[in-house]
């Protein structure tokens, strides 16, 4: 009878153990939450056997187990990892493990814990769970080690379950984040290849880096080739740290050596003070293989580390910015260029409407002139003034330099010429005064070769000054060439210079061509110059030509540009000529 | 191009921002012009409303970060509430729920900034 019942409650325990296998087994496998699954694993032994301390670890890829859940022990021991280098798959008594293969087994006895559960697939060991003893003190019988290894088990292949399902959400996580990075970079692109300035591109690159990283502190450096250091972007809400930043002029052009992004760490010394000021990664921002500006990044927000996917964001970020960038500079200053041609073409006109247009019909005298731009805008100078006495002034002058700058002198002698005419000053005089004008308001670099004439028709004398210019040639009917020489020195050299007059007869059959050395200095593709013997040569021609005035112009000036052949013109061309018909 | 717009709503000490279209890099300066706004005016206290918002990228995020500091410092704050599934992802996968009040109807974002007010004065009381 005593036997009878003794088995039925055998019976009847064993099928209460058998309906909570079930039970469990039900409830774990229906989790996908691995700490919901290991909390179950603790507390039903917990509640059968009356264990008063337990915890739950689980296995990461290398093996090593971690603590994840805690039952009457101490926090602290959270961050706690163990390792079993002895391999057992079934509940064992902390007592029976081998003392030498388990260098864990004191701190654990320490703790209180007698009983170690493997949790293990058909694959390895997913987790464990340590138990203390009985708090009724009795050990552990076989019966109950028993229940504990099928328990386990089902247990373990819950857990399996639960950490793969884990990490899918941690891969699935990053793939979308990669997803993401990958739509704001193409998102970005779009926007970048339409901004045409420079304060939209950094807004843009600034609201991204923030929102990506949540950063709030971002400070943007360029340094330029002269090592110059521009900050573009400032966005950093405490003010000391920023200035303790910008304090290290020489840290950060050191790290403008870097070519990859990096993470500052307080432990190397080259970059502890900006680690100190707050300073958490550095990004460099490359074009064509070269570093021309660094992003320093703060801490950021949601506590995270930068990892090196954010890293690689940031750097192809700051790459396709950098693109963006230069194509603005370009952008600008092909701009600018093209502004300073229109100016250029503005000048132009403008200098060009200060030369003659007309030329007197005297008798028997053919006077034409003929000037050339070399780029735009040049400081060649000729004119053809008649005066209200018959007579008429011709000159030709050089402004020293080219470019608006000798645009402008040679628009000042213009207007000194025209002003002093009014004067009835005599000739050298005049010239006197003019280079007191040019000297007054020109540095002594700046200065004009000028040749000054005054022709009487009439009587066909000529008397004129040579401020140093190039010396005119008067060919004869006969063929030689004399060259008018008289004069002084050249205009805006120095102060207080006296002029001498020169004085020529012109004759029937005589060809006067006055001209700047932008005729001469031509040169050809072997290097020569086109020199005065060559010019000589082509007056001469000219002389004996039945051609008028302005024909011979066109072709002695087109003889020059033959010359150079395709050679860009290096300066300006200006050329006077007066021919006096034969006698007929 | 996709349109955005912001209408503002103010209800004594709150501001409440209703978005509604696609807040991107292109966009994304406006949003931080009316943040500015608001600062300016010394108006701290904000609500932004996502229920009519179809896309945000990182950039709109960015805004938020630029001014929070700013906002937070006045002793104020950028509560969020109404955000659809996919823009919420955004917000979730960027970690912003940690750093942000983000609820789902806007009623709940008055009561934290009530609430806060009201536990705010206690310790004024008590000091």
Redesign the interface.
Known sequence: MMRARSSARKLDLRSVELRSLIELSQVLNASLDADAVLNTCLLTPMGRMLISRGMALTADENGSLGVRILKGLPASLAQQRFTFEYAFRTPTRLAELPDDVCRYKPFLQSLGIELVVPMCSPSRMVGALCFGGKMTGKPFSPRELEFLNSFSNIAATALENALMFQSLITVN?RL??KV?EL??LF??GK?LNTALDRE?IL??L???????M???KLIMIEVGEDQTIEYPIL?W?ERTELDRILAEKELILSLSELNEARLLTAEEPAHRLLFEAGVRAVVPMRLQEETRALLLLGKR????EYAQEDLDFLSTLGNRVMVSLENVRLFQEALEKQRLEEEMAIAESIQQRLLPRTFPSLHGIEIYGLNQPSRMVGGDYFDCIPLSDGRVVLAVGDVSGKGLGAALLMSNLHAGLHTLLQSGLPMNEMIKRLNDLIYRHTDFDKFITFFYAELDPQSRLLRYVNAGHNPPMLCRSDGSIGLLTEGGLILGMLEDVDYMIGQVELRSGDLLAAYTDGVTDARNSADELFDEDRLAELVRTAARSDLRADELCTQIVKAVEDFSGDLPQADDITLLIVKVQEKT | METFTIQRQDKDELSILNLSGFL???T??EL?KQLDQLINEGRSKIIVNFANLNYI??????????K???VR?MNGDIKMCRMTPKIF??FD????P??YDIVQEEEEAVQLFASKERSSRRADDRA
């Not at chain 1, 600034?206 to 990506?212: A, D, I, L, R």
């Not at chain 1, 927000?301 to 995270?304: A, F, I, K, N, T």
């Open positions: 996580r979308d984040r993401h739509n704001t998102e970005v926007e939209r807004a843009i600034q609201h991204t880096v923030m929102g990506q949540t950063v709030n966005k809400p927000l949601s506590r995270q | 991107d890099a292109h994304a300066p931080e990228s990182s950039a709109g995020l960015g805004v938020f970060m630029g929070i500091e700013t410092s992802r955004v996968l960027l970690g912003f940690t750093l």
